[in-house]
Protein backbone atom coordinates (compact mmCIF):
# COMPACT_ATOMS: atom_id res chain seq x y z
CA UNK A 1 0.00 0.00 0.00
CA UNK A 2 2.73 1.98 0.69
CA UNK A 3 3.59 2.52 -3.02
CA UNK A 4 0.21 4.56 -2.93
CA UNK A 5 0.70 7.07 -1.01
CA UNK A 6 2.70 9.73 -2.56
CA UNK A 7 0.65 9.41 -6.29
CA UNK A 8 -2.69 9.44 -3.47
CA UNK A 9 -0.92 13.27 -2.59
CA UNK A 10 0.16 14.04 -6.22
CA UNK A 11 -3.60 13.16 -6.69
CA UNK A 12 -4.77 15.61 -4.10
CA UNK A 13 -3.14 18.35 -5.79
CA UNK A 14 -4.84 18.18 -8.75
CA UNK A 15 -8.23 18.17 -6.87
CA UNK A 16 -7.14 21.40 -5.46
CA UNK A 17 -5.95 22.88 -8.60
CA UNK A 18 -9.27 21.85 -10.09
CA UNK A 19 -11.14 23.35 -7.59
CA UNK A 20 -9.04 26.13 -7.98
CA UNK A 21 -9.76 26.60 -11.68
CA UNK A 22 -13.36 27.01 -10.77
CA UNK A 23 -12.99 29.52 -8.29
CA UNK A 24 -10.46 31.79 -10.65
CA UNK A 25 -13.13 31.38 -13.44
CA UNK A 26 -15.82 32.68 -11.46
CA UNK A 27 -12.93 35.70 -10.13
CA UNK A 28 -12.87 34.36 -6.55
CA UNK A 29 -9.39 34.59 -6.44
CA UNK A 30 -8.89 34.35 -2.75
CA UNK A 31 -10.60 30.84 -2.93
CA UNK A 32 -8.57 30.32 -5.84
CA UNK A 33 -5.88 31.04 -4.08
CA UNK A 34 -6.18 29.04 -0.81
CA UNK A 35 -6.53 25.81 -2.99
CA UNK A 36 -3.78 26.36 -4.88
CA UNK A 37 -1.66 27.15 -1.77
CA UNK A 38 -3.06 23.50 -0.27
CA UNK A 39 -2.25 22.00 -3.56
CA UNK A 40 1.25 23.35 -3.49
CA UNK A 41 1.65 21.87 0.33
CA UNK A 42 0.25 18.54 -1.33
CA UNK A 43 2.95 19.03 -4.00
CA UNK A 44 5.85 19.27 -1.82
CA UNK A 45 4.43 16.40 0.28
CA UNK A 46 4.25 13.96 -2.22
CA UNK A 47 7.65 14.00 -3.66
CA UNK A 48 8.61 14.12 0.58
CA UNK A 49 6.99 10.97 0.76
CA UNK A 50 7.87 9.29 -2.47
CA UNK A 51 11.92 9.61 -0.65
CA UNK A 52 11.22 8.29 2.62
CA UNK A 53 9.00 5.62 1.62
CA UNK A 54 11.59 4.55 -1.25
CA UNK A 55 8.61 4.21 -3.91
CA UNK A 56 9.95 6.81 -6.75
CA UNK A 57 8.49 5.49 -9.85
CA UNK A 58 8.42 6.97 -13.44
CA UNK A 59 4.87 7.03 -12.52
CA UNK A 60 4.96 9.26 -10.31
CA UNK A 61 7.19 12.17 -11.86
CA UNK A 62 4.85 12.02 -14.80
CA UNK A 63 1.55 12.13 -12.41
CA UNK A 64 3.75 14.92 -10.61
CA UNK A 65 3.92 17.24 -13.68
CA UNK A 66 0.42 16.60 -14.81
CA UNK A 67 -1.39 17.69 -11.44
CA UNK A 68 1.35 20.41 -11.27
CA UNK A 69 0.14 21.47 -14.88
CA UNK A 70 -3.12 22.41 -13.33
CA UNK A 71 -2.83 23.72 -10.14
CA UNK A 72 0.84 25.97 -11.25
CA UNK A 73 0.08 26.26 -14.74
CA UNK A 74 -3.57 26.42 -15.92
CA UNK A 75 -4.58 28.39 -12.95
CA UNK A 76 -2.47 31.12 -13.06
CA UNK A 77 -2.74 31.79 -16.24
CA UNK A 78 -6.83 32.30 -15.67
CA UNK A 79 -5.84 34.45 -12.78
CA UNK A 80 -3.92 36.95 -15.42
CA UNK A 81 -6.53 36.28 -17.70
CA UNK A 82 -9.13 37.87 -15.74
CA UNK A 83 -6.48 40.87 -14.27
CA UNK A 84 -6.05 41.91 -17.72
CA UNK A 85 -9.52 41.61 -17.85
CA UNK A 86 -10.14 44.01 -15.56
CA UNK A 87 -7.54 46.64 -16.36
CA UNK A 88 -9.34 47.17 -19.64
CA UNK A 89 -12.89 49.11 -20.35
CA UNK A 90 -15.58 45.88 -21.41
CA UNK A 91 -18.65 46.22 -23.38
CA UNK A 92 -20.80 46.55 -20.17
CA UNK A 93 -18.50 49.32 -19.01
CA UNK A 94 -20.76 51.97 -20.85
CA UNK A 95 -19.33 54.79 -18.66
CA UNK A 96 -15.89 54.24 -18.66
CA UNK A 97 -16.81 53.69 -22.71
CA UNK A 98 -18.23 57.03 -23.12
CA UNK A 99 -15.70 59.13 -21.36
CA UNK A 100 -12.93 57.43 -23.48
CA UNK A 101 -14.51 57.70 -26.56
CA UNK A 102 -13.58 54.09 -27.33
CA UNK A 103 -14.77 52.48 -30.63
CA UNK A 104 -16.29 48.84 -31.13
CA UNK A 105 -12.68 47.60 -32.80
CA UNK A 106 -11.54 49.14 -29.32
CA UNK A 107 -14.07 47.33 -27.12
CA UNK A 108 -13.09 43.74 -29.54
CA UNK A 109 -9.38 44.22 -28.46
CA UNK A 110 -9.99 44.55 -25.44
CA UNK A 111 -11.85 41.38 -25.00
CA UNK A 112 -9.63 39.18 -27.06
CA UNK A 113 -6.19 41.01 -25.03
CA UNK A 114 -6.68 39.17 -21.70
CA UNK A 115 -5.90 36.06 -23.83
CA UNK A 116 -2.23 37.24 -23.78
CA UNK A 117 -2.25 36.13 -20.00
CA UNK A 118 -2.10 32.49 -20.74
CA UNK A 119 1.46 32.76 -22.00
CA UNK A 120 1.82 31.96 -18.50
CA UNK A 121 0.00 28.51 -18.94
CA UNK A 122 1.60 27.80 -22.09
CA UNK A 123 5.29 28.66 -20.40
CA UNK A 124 4.52 26.03 -17.75
CA UNK A 125 4.10 23.18 -19.87
CA UNK A 126 7.61 24.18 -21.60
CA UNK A 127 8.99 24.24 -17.85
CA UNK A 128 7.31 20.84 -16.67
CA UNK A 129 8.24 19.48 -20.10
CA UNK A 130 11.89 20.41 -19.84
CA UNK A 131 12.22 19.46 -16.22
CA UNK A 132 11.12 15.61 -16.98
CA UNK A 133 13.39 15.16 -19.18
CA UNK A 134 16.27 16.72 -17.44
CA UNK A 135 18.19 14.48 -15.50
CA UNK A 136 20.31 17.22 -13.72
CA UNK A 137 17.51 19.28 -11.76
CA UNK A 138 17.51 16.77 -8.54
CA UNK A 139 19.00 18.74 -6.22
CA UNK A 140 18.28 22.54 -7.91
CA UNK A 141 16.61 23.74 -10.43
CA UNK A 142 16.60 25.52 -14.02
CA UNK A 143 14.44 28.47 -13.92
CA UNK A 144 11.52 29.10 -11.26
CA UNK A 145 9.74 26.31 -10.79
CA UNK A 146 6.05 26.15 -11.46
CA UNK A 147 4.47 26.57 -7.84
CA UNK A 148 7.20 29.37 -7.16
CA UNK A 149 5.63 31.12 -10.37
CA UNK A 150 2.20 30.21 -9.30
CA UNK A 151 2.58 31.94 -5.78
CA UNK A 152 4.13 34.89 -7.56
CA UNK A 153 0.88 35.50 -9.82
CA UNK A 154 -1.65 34.68 -7.28
CA UNK A 155 -0.10 37.28 -5.04
CA UNK A 156 -1.05 39.95 -7.11
CA UNK A 157 -5.10 39.51 -6.03
CA UNK A 158 -4.65 38.91 -2.69
CA UNK A 159 -2.87 42.18 -2.26
CA UNK A 160 -5.51 43.69 -4.22
CA UNK A 161 -8.07 42.30 -2.02
CA UNK A 162 -5.81 42.55 1.79
CA UNK A 163 -3.70 45.85 1.10
CA UNK A 164 -5.70 47.36 -1.31
CA UNK A 165 -4.99 50.47 -1.69
CA UNK A 166 -5.26 53.81 -4.83
CA UNK A 167 -1.76 53.46 -5.82
CA UNK A 168 -1.55 49.50 -5.42
CA UNK A 169 -4.58 49.37 -7.48
CA UNK A 170 -3.03 51.37 -10.31
CA UNK A 171 0.05 49.67 -10.43
CA UNK A 172 -1.57 45.58 -10.40
CA UNK A 173 -4.21 46.75 -12.68
CA UNK A 174 -2.14 48.47 -14.91
CA UNK A 175 -2.23 46.75 -18.34
CA UNK A 176 1.31 47.08 -18.76
CA UNK A 177 2.20 46.07 -15.61
CA UNK A 178 0.48 43.13 -16.45
CA UNK A 179 1.86 42.29 -19.66
CA UNK A 180 5.37 42.82 -17.95
CA UNK A 181 4.27 40.12 -15.49
CA UNK A 182 3.31 37.81 -17.71
CA UNK A 183 6.25 38.06 -19.70
CA UNK A 184 8.70 38.21 -16.80
CA UNK A 185 6.83 34.94 -15.63
CA UNK A 186 7.28 33.18 -18.68
CA UNK A 187 10.72 34.00 -19.25
CA UNK A 188 11.82 33.29 -15.05
CA UNK A 189 9.98 29.98 -15.91
CA UNK A 190 12.26 29.01 -18.44
CA UNK A 191 15.45 30.92 -18.00
CA UNK A 192 19.27 29.20 -17.81
CA UNK A 193 19.76 30.11 -14.34
CA UNK A 194 20.57 27.79 -11.25
CA UNK A 195 18.20 28.23 -8.52
CA UNK A 196 18.71 26.12 -5.20
CA UNK A 197 15.89 23.34 -4.17
CA UNK A 198 14.37 23.75 -0.82
CA UNK A 199 14.91 19.92 -0.49
CA UNK A 200 16.51 19.04 3.19
CA UNK A 201 18.09 15.53 2.85
CA UNK A 202 18.51 16.27 6.36
CA UNK A 203 17.91 19.43 8.66
CA UNK A 204 21.63 20.26 9.70
CA UNK A 205 22.56 23.55 9.66
CA UNK A 206 25.54 22.46 7.45
CA UNK A 207 25.22 21.98 3.66
CA UNK A 208 21.33 23.92 4.41
CA UNK A 209 22.64 27.45 5.39
CA UNK A 210 21.29 29.05 2.37
CA UNK A 211 17.39 27.33 2.61
CA UNK A 212 17.65 28.28 6.50
CA UNK A 213 18.40 32.04 5.48
CA UNK A 214 15.67 31.77 2.91
CA UNK A 215 13.43 30.51 5.08
CA UNK A 216 14.18 33.12 8.16
CA UNK A 217 13.95 35.91 6.01
CA UNK A 218 10.94 34.77 3.79
CA UNK A 219 9.29 35.13 7.87
CA UNK A 220 10.70 38.35 8.33
CA UNK A 221 9.21 39.98 4.35
CA UNK A 222 5.71 38.42 5.49
CA UNK A 223 5.53 39.59 8.98
CA UNK A 224 6.47 42.96 7.83
CA UNK A 225 4.96 43.29 4.43
CA UNK A 226 2.42 40.72 4.38
CA UNK A 227 1.00 39.83 1.00
CA UNK A 228 3.19 42.12 -0.55
CA UNK A 229 5.89 39.84 0.46
CA UNK A 230 4.83 37.19 -1.58
CA UNK A 231 6.59 39.00 -4.50
CA UNK A 232 8.96 40.15 -2.57
CA UNK A 233 9.95 36.77 -1.26
CA UNK A 234 9.98 35.13 -4.89
CA UNK A 235 12.50 37.94 -6.02
CA UNK A 236 14.87 37.16 -2.71
CA UNK A 237 14.68 33.51 -3.66
CA UNK A 238 16.41 34.01 -7.62
CA UNK A 239 18.42 36.79 -5.83
CA UNK A 240 20.08 34.66 -3.11
CA UNK A 241 20.45 31.81 -5.82
CA UNK A 242 22.02 34.12 -8.10
CA UNK A 243 24.91 35.42 -5.03
CA UNK A 244 24.97 31.81 -4.05
CA UNK A 245 25.95 30.43 -7.36
CA UNK A 246 28.74 33.23 -7.86
CA UNK A 247 29.91 32.60 -4.52
CA UNK A 248 30.25 28.70 -5.01
CA UNK A 249 32.29 29.33 -8.43
Not at 202 to 221: A, E, H, P, Q, T
Not at 222 to 244: C, G, N
Request: glycine letters at 6%.
Amino acid sequence: MKKHIPNALTLLNLFCGSIAVIFAVNDQFVYAAFFVFLGIFFDFFDGFAARKLKVSSELGLQLDSLADMVTSGLVPGIVMYKLLELSLPAWGDLETVAQESLEVSDLEFNMIFPFFGLLITLGSAYRLAKFNIDDEQQSFFKGLPTPANAILILGLPLILEFQNSDFIQSVILNTWFLVGMTLLSCYVLNANIKLFALKFKDFRFKGNVIRYIFLIMSVVFVMVLKFIAIPAIILFYILLSVIDNSTSK
